[in-house]
Structure formats: structure tokens, C-alpha cells
């Protein structure tokens, strides 16, 4: 219908414009004949009446040729206005086709004495070339793309620290007094800094992703400290996070996910620093409960490699092949576990967690304890220089470095990891198994709104302990029972660092023996992984909901002396408590 009304226009049109030259070509002398007479009724009726539809009785008014030309022109005027009526109502049916077919640009503003016809000429769609599009189909455009790949957000975090130590000491022979061990050490200041970012998204209802780039040393797996140190060097800034999640329509509350990823399950430093980024995959299911006092019950399982070993082939002395030594050798190391946590509201303001998780370290045996820096492994060494001459004899403890590719996937294929504090066998490997049984208990009291109080109280306890093999007298094995399987972790908050002004305080108690946690993976802050006991006082303070301030102390005891329980500490030797403070500024985006 809308394109037969503007074939109706433009006919209109036409058949104006066809009057208006007509009637321009009428000159004033043309109105009598070439021998001075009038023209005859019938012919003024025939000229003035065929180009357009004037009115009949035009040639009818009285006066003379001035007048009947004035009446001619008043009527040409009457026309003109009819044009340019019939020029806006074209104008604005263009627009409306523009609308409806979404073109971009209209075609240009016609002028009433152009021939019309070109504004009706066939389209040909072979040549059409698409407009550029409007600012809203560019937004449509825009929003379609995002709603493909899901929305994503950005965040991260940048943290500056002082860091320093009073009362180190080592485990040598006392200058002063060599029946005794243990020198005072001088104290170590240092600044680091920490810096995170992360990108995390959204593709449909299912599926979810997320990557993060941390700083820190590549073979630090429980710090992304980095010490603003080596010469103004850079840093490094590597992968610390990566994963996908699949959160099925059909089974609300299961989750599964892949990749490299914070611990799933609920835990505390004693067991795990909150720096590990475990990695492999995970399973969780959980279920909300309404009108009930439990408010949340959650299924977590995990199965995490954190070593893949080469394969092994180990010959007897005899040349055959030894099928149990060469499945052993090429066994990978990895943690499996598994949790089972409740949530409890007895009120708005009264809040409890417990869990119980059993994490199991598989391949342990495998593990000797050297530390790792950067590439290269370092063993420590220590040898003693006989006396010569004046000179008396030297005990000197180094290090030497062997790329860790070389023994951990070549050949050699020792599985060497992370120093340890673990007790260890007489051969280098560690005594024990670790099976680690973890209990776990956090109330929240919200009684004051700005300062809410947690109580977090944690007990671990490894199944797998086994005496300490060591040399005894004549070379013989000495074997030492092994007790040391048990740790507690408590831990009280007070206050929140929300908005602006506000403020925490915390102190943490904290007792791990020695094969009480596989200490490669637990907190890095204290000085010895195990074998140790602490005190950790906290206070935060919020300029900004964004910006915090921090300052921590922590006090750590060697509870059996310097050389452990399984070592014997000659009587007097030195055993300070070390002493560490931290002040931080943190900035959240």
C-alpha cells in the first residue's frame, strides 16, 4: 500500500510539473492573434485548459490582457503551493520507507522543479552498498557480541611490604662455646611486592573460566612475593590461575572444574598457604536448605598431580629388570582428598561452619627434601678442612646447583621438590606417609555491626607417620618413634575492613609438629614449616573500602631445639624465638 501511494505522488508530480512548463511557455503577446484581433472563447478555452487543471472560466474575466495575466500568475502561485505540499508529504513517506526498511541515509531532499521520476527508478540491489550503521545498531551489534562470549570482569590487587627479622640464628657450632650449638644471625630487612590480575567470564548459564597473572618466583609455589632486589632486574609475572567451570541446568549445585585453581575446600594455612594454586580437577555438589537451621551442605573431591615423573627402569645387580623398583621409580606424585562441610544459622546473628576433609598425598616416599631456586636445585653440602699447621680445621656448609629438569625428569628421575622440614630417613627420603585427617570449625558472631567477631579453631592429625630411620652406633640403623603427627590452628578476628574507617584486629596461635602436614604447601610466613609454634598478631585499618593498611607480627619457637626431635641439641645451645613484621599497603581494583 505504501508503495502505491508514492507511485500516486509521483504521478501527481509529474503531471504538475508537465503544468508548469506549459504554462511558462505562454508569453503575453500570445494571447491575441498575429493580426492584433482577440482570440475566439473557444481557443482561450482550448490553450488555458488542456495543459493543467486550471479553472474554465479564467478566459471569462473581464479587463484587459494585464489582468487575465494577473489572474494566470495567481493561478500559477496556487499551484506552486500545491507542489511544495505535495514535496513535504513525499519527503516525509521517504522517511517512513527509510524506517521500515533500516536504511541509514535517506535519499536526498527532492527539489519540486527536478523531474520526479528519478526518485521512483527501480532499486538495483547488486549495487546497493550498505550505509554505515546507526549509533543504536551498533550498540545491538555490540551487546550481541557480549551476550556470545559472556560478560567479563576485570580485577586485581597490588601490595607493597616492609618485611623485617630479629633473631635469626643457624644450627653450627657455637662460636663462643663449641659444645653448644647456634649463632645469632644479624637482622634482614627487605621490600617486596606483590601484584594480581585477574579476568574472569561468563559463556551462558554453564560454563565459567577465569585466568590470573600473579608476581613471584617461579619456583616459590606458596608466595607471590617478589623481593625488590638483583639489580633493578624485572620481575617475573606468570600464570597463576587458568581454569573452566561447568555448572550443569540440569543438576543445580554441581560443579565441575579443571585447570589450575585456589583449593576448593575449606582450610587454613596450617594445612595449605593460600598462595597454592592447586592444580588438576575437582567436584562439588551443594545443596541450600530453607527454613532450617542448616542453611548449606557441601560434597568437595580433588584430584590434583603436582609431579609427573619420567619412566623408570631399574636393573638388580644381576642385569634383570626390576618390575616393582621401575614401577615405584615412575610413579607420579599427587593429592587426592575429599570434604564434606555444613553451614548452620541459629540466628541473623549467629553463624557456624564445620568440616571434615581427608587430603592424601600420594608418592611421598619419593620426595627429598631440596630446596628449589628458580632452574637450578640447590643441595646443600657440608665438609670439613682438617687442620694445617697454625690453621685449625673448618666445618664450611655450601650448596650446588643442579638444573632441575636433570633430576626431575631426566634420568636421574629422584622426584626432588621443595625444602621440607618433614623428618627424613637416614637415606635423604622422608620417614613418613601423609594422610591428613583435617577438622575444622568457624563461628561468626555479627551481634555489633562494625565489629563482628570469628573464632576459626583447626585440628589436623596425619595417619600415616612412621619412625625415623637414622645411623647409629657402628653404622647400624637406628629407629626413633615417631609421635609428631599432630597440629592445631587458632585464630580470633575482630572488627571488618569494609568502608572507609574501618578497622581488625586478629591474633593467631598456631602449633604444627613435625610430620604433622607435608610443610612444601603450608604457610610460608613463619620460619620453619613444622616442628614449630607461633603467635600471630594482626591490625588492619581501611583508608579507602579499597585501600587497607596492615601491620603484622609473628613470633616463631622451636619447641625441641634446634636440631628437632629426632636430633640430639646439646644442653645451652642457642635457641631464640625469631621475630617477623610485616607492613603492608594493599590496593583492591
Known amino acids: 500500500m505504501l508503495i502505491a501511494q508514492t507511485w ?43 495543459p493543467a487543471p486550471i479553472k474554465k472560466n479564467l478566459v471569462d474575466v473581464p479587463g484587459s490582457n494585464e489582468e487575465r495575466l494577473g489572474a494566470l500568475e495567481r493561478a500559477l502561485e496556487q499551484q506552486t503551493a500545491k507542489l511544495d505540499q505535495l514535496h513535504k508529504i513525499i519527503l516525509e513517506q521517504q522517511k517512513t520507507i527509510q524506517l521500515l526498511t533500516g536504511s541509514g541515509k535517506g535519499v536526498p531532499p527532492m527539489n519540486h522543479a527536478q523531474d520526479a521520476r528519478a526518485t521512483i527508478q527501480p532499486v538495483n540491489h547488486a549495487e546497493d552498498k550498505r550505509p554505515p550503521l546507526s549509533v543504536e545498531e551498533r550498540l545491538k551489534k555490540v551487546e550481541g557480541r557480549v551476550a556470545d562470549i559472556g560478560p567479563v570482569k576485570f580485577s586485581g590487587d597490588l601490595r607493597l611490604r616492609s618485611e623485617s627479622f630479629f633473631g635469626l640464628s643457624n644450627s653450627l657450632a657455637n662460636g663462643n662455646n663449641p659444645a653448644v650449638l647456634g649463632n645469632e644471625l644479624s637482622m634482614r630487612h627487605r621490600l617486596r611486592v606483590r601484584a594480581r590480575l585477574a579476568m574472569t567470564g561468563a559463556i551462558g548459564d554453564e560454563f565459567e573460566w577465569g585466568l590470573r597473572l600473579a608476581s613471584g618466583s ?20 606468570g600464570l597463576d590461575q587458568a581454569f573452566i567451570s561447568y555448572k550443569p541446568r540440569g543438576v543445580p549445585g554441581l560443579r565441575l572444574q579443571g585447570g589450575k585453581f585456589e583449593a576448593p575446600w575449606m582450610s587454613t594455612e596450617m594445612t595449605i598457604d593460600s598462595d597454592v594454586m592447586i592444580e588438576g580437577l575437582n567436584e562439588s555438589y551443594t545443596r541450600k536448605f530453607e527454613n532450617s537451621k542448616l542453611t548449606e551442605l557441601k560434597f568437595v573431591a580433588w584430584q590434583s598431580p603436582f609431579l609427573e615423573r619420567n619412566s623408570a627402569f631399574v636393573r638388580n645387580s644381576n642385569g634383570t629388570v626390576n618390575i616393582e623398583q621401575s614401577r615405584r621409580g615412575g610413579r607420579d606424585l599427587a593429592l587426592y582428598g575429599g570434604q564434606v562441610s555444613s553451614s548452620f544459622a541459629f540466628n541473623p546473628k549467629v553463624g557456624l561452619k ?86 575444622l570449625a568457624r563461628l561468626e558472631l555479627k551481634h555489633s555491626k562494625r565489629w563482628p567477631v570469628t573464632v576459626l579453631l583447626n585440628f ?92 603484622t607480627g609473628i613470633v616463631t619457637q622451636r619447641p625441641n631445639g634446634l636440631l628437632g626431635p629426632f636430633g640430639t641439641t646439646p644442653p645451652g645451645s642457642f635457641n631464640l624465638p625469631t621475630k617477623r613484621l610485616q607492613l603492608d599497603t594493599v590496593i583492591k581494583f
Open 354 to 439: 564445620l568440616s571434615l576433609a581427608d587430603l592424601y598425598f600420594s608418592g611421598t616416599q619419593f620426595i627429598s627434601p631440596v630446596q628449589v631456586w628458580g632452574n637450578q636445585l640447590q643441595l646443600p653440602v657440608t665438609f670439613t678442612i682438617p687442620a694445617s699447621g697454625s690453621t685449625p680445621a673448618q666445618t664450611i656448609t655450601t650448596q650446588v646447583s643442579i638444573p632441575r629438569d636433570f633430576l626431575v625428569a631426566g634420568n636421574g628421575n629422584l622426584g626432588l621438590t621443595n625444602a621440607s622440614n618433614n623428618a627424613t630417613n637416614r637415606d635423604g627420603r622422608l620417614a613418613s606417609g601423609f594422610n591428613l585427617v583435617d577438622l
Open 8 to 50: 500516486k505522488f509521483a504521478f501527481s508530480l509529474l503531471f504538475a510539473a508537465a503544468l508548469v512548463s506549459c504554462a511558462s511557455r505562454v508569453p503575453a503577446q500570445s494571447v491575441t492573434q498575429n493580426s492584433g484581433s482577440p482570440l475566439s472563447d473557444s481557443e482561450k478555452s482550448t490553450r488555458l485548459e488542456s
Open 460 to 551: 589436623v592429625t596425619n595417619t600415616q607417620t612412621h619412625d625415623v630411620v637414622t645411623a647409629g652406633p657402628g653404622g647400624a640403623d637406628l629407629i626413633l618413634p615417631n609421635n609428631e603427627n599432630n597440629g592445631f590452628w587458632g585464630e580470633v578476628q575482630i572488627g571488618q575492613t569494609k568502608a572507609r574507617g574501618d578497622m581488625q584486629f586478629g591474633y593467631t596461635f598456631m602449633q604444627i609438629e613435625k610430620d604433622a602436614v607435608l610443610t612444601p604447601f603450608n604457610m610460608s610466613d613463619i620460619t620453619q614449616q613444622s616442628d614449630m609454634r607461633g603467635h600471630r598478631l594482626v591490625f588492619s585499618y581501611a583508608a579507602d573500602p579499597r585501600v587497607t593498611f596492615t601491620v
Open 218 to 237: 617461579f619456583a616459590d609455589n606458596i608466595s607471590t612475593n617478589q623481593t625488590l632486589t638483583d639489580f633493578y632486574n624485572r620481575k617475573p609475572f
